[in-house]
């Protein structure tokens, strides 16, 4: 290895350093820290975020790049050096006072947007938002060569993803789903949700989410779970994991898939190759890509009806009376139940991807200033009407549920449906080349599927760009079909349609 390599891998294990303290701040912040903490926690962000910034884009880290540049041996040392100007080049048109106040901004969002939450008042929220979305027009004022200012920033979750291409994605995403929706529709009745609703008690839910999450391959040697107003998974190194979810007493899925949820997010930090850590390789390449884990590990392992039968033999040990006269039948028709609903969390795999198209085009909207901000509870109401047949009752249920916009991830939300997309052609990568995945699953047992995304996918880190990854993995671009395949071959059977 070079001098000028062993200096910049030695640079950037500083910066990694001071990126997972702040990370550690913000996972504080939404699972201990005292509610009267928010203001010293906004300046101790901003602070960080500043001084971050300042050490990451310093003129020697481009002085280090262009020696190690020709010194690169293909493989990870090239990748590292390619990784590292991509984001230099990038924070280098940002200011360090505007890197502060996203982060002051964000987290002083946060913490408005829990009280605004609980007590469904968006006006309170607004001015939060508002410096939010100011910041970050500020922020796409520093960057050229984009033919959508929306795409500067999708463009740090999903690298060379274009708004252009999501929407072509989403346009064939819809026209496969409305048509299922409708089919379904008029079979409503056929499918009873009940079995997921009743009394449950928290410790027994965390009985069972210990159970599961164990069973797929979570260790308390190096991971965590903890309860947050909105589930969320971070990670600090390959062997510091936080997972969160929040408990309903009336309702098990939200803790029980909110955790399988980030269960996969965790498992995929979990498995990069340990020798990319303190590194800008050292992490998902990608929100669609990291998605693709949380969803393929939710929904088609954790919905399937192979693993359903274990499931549900836990249900029965922890719930006894409630799941009595409930059948592996019943169980596994239950938790699939398509019906559309407030809350995209909770929302079921076909009407999930329209939760998805309509903040994707609200996020659009605010950026390109086409809908006032004041307006936003109005424009979301009249989409969940005109997409899901919903009338939002409240704020909470509505604009206010989701948390990105108060930290101002603004850009984000199209990689969850794109996470849909790729999960659904990993699964049929993966069933292809472990033909005994399905007796494994029903037995609870989801190590074959955990190492082959490990081998797959999970330790290359940030190595190859997403599209590279996602090529190398399953033959092709990301794609749609694949995935309505998927639920057109799950739901179909369940509701008695046609194929």
Request: aromatic fraction near 10%; hydrophobic fraction near 45%.
């Amino acid at each position: 290895m070079s001098d000028a390599l062993t200096e910049l891998r030695e640079r950037l294990a500083e910066i990694a350093d001071l990126n997972a303290a702040g990370s550690l701040l913000g996972w504080d912040q939404q699972t201990m820290m005292p509610e009267r903490a928010a203001p010293q926690r906004a300046e101790q962000l901003a602070t960080l975020g500043r001084l971050l910034h300042e050490r990451f884009t310093d003129d020697a880290v481009g002085r280090l790049l262009d020696a190690a540049e020709p010194l690169a041996s293909p493989g990870s040392d090239a990748a590292l050096v390619r990784v590292t100007r991509r984001d230099w080049e990038k924070a280098r048109r940002v200011p360090s006072e505007l890197a502060a106040e996203l982060a002051r901004a964000g987290a002083l969002g946060h913490a408005a947007w829990v009280d605004a939450r609980e007590r469904s008042d968006f006006a309170a929220f607004l001015p939060f938002l508002r410096r939010n979305v100011e910041l970050k027009l500020r922020y796409v004022e520093c960057f050229d060569g984009f033919d959508d200012p929306y795409d500067v920033l999708l463009d740090d979750y999903e690298e060379g993803m274009t708004s252009a291409e999501v929407g072509a994605l989403f346009a064939e995403l819809r026209a496969g789903l409305v048509p299922l929706i409708a089919a379904i529709a008029e079979r409503a009745d056929a499918v009873d949700g009940s079995p997921l609703h009743g009394e449950f008690p928290v410790e027994g839910q965390r009985d069972l989410v210990g159970r599961v999450l164990r069973q797929l391959g979570w260790r308390a040697d190096g991971w965590r779970i903890d309860e947050a107003a909105h589930p969320f998974a971070t990670s600090f190194g390959p062997g510091d994991v936080r997972l969160t979810t929040r408990y309903d007493t009336a309702y098990v899925g939200m803790a029980l898939y909110g955790a399988i949820h980030e269960f996969g997010h965790g498992l995929y930090e979990a498995q990069v190759d340990p020798a990319l850590a303190r590194g800008p390789l050292g992490e998902g390449v990608s929100l669609g890509v990291h998605e693709s884990q949380s969803r393929l590990w939710e929904n088609v392992v954790g919905r399937g009806r192979p693993f359903a039968g274990w499931l549900h033999g836990q249900l029965r040990e922890i719930f006894p009376e409630r799941f009595a006269s409930v059948s592996v039948e019943d169980w596994f028709r239950a938790v699939n139940k398509v019906e559309p609903s407030l809350i995209r969390v909770e929302a079921d795999e076909a009407t999930y991807g329209l939760h998805i198209i309509l903040r994707f085009e609200l996020e659009r909207a605010m950026i390109a200033g086409t809908v006032a901000l004041e307006e936003l509870p109005e424009a979301w109401n009249a989409r969940m009407q005109e997409y899901l047949g919903v009338e939002v009752p409240g704020d909470a249920e509505g604009v206010l549920q989701d948390v990105h916009w108060s930290g101002g991830d603004i850009g984000y939300f199209s990689t969850y449906a794109l996470g849909n997309l790729i999960g659904a052609q990993l699964w049929e990568r993966a069933r292809g080349d472990l033909p005994d995945l399905d007796a494994q699953l029903a037995a609870g047992d989801g190590s074959a599927l955990r190492e082959w995304l490990g081998s797959h996918v999970h330790r290359y880190g940030r190595t190859y760009p997403p599209r590279e990854l996602v090529e190398r993995v399953v033959g092709g671009p990301i794609a749609v079909q694949p995935f309505l395949d998927y639920l057109n071959g799950k739901l179909r059977p369940i509701y008695g349609l046609a194929a």
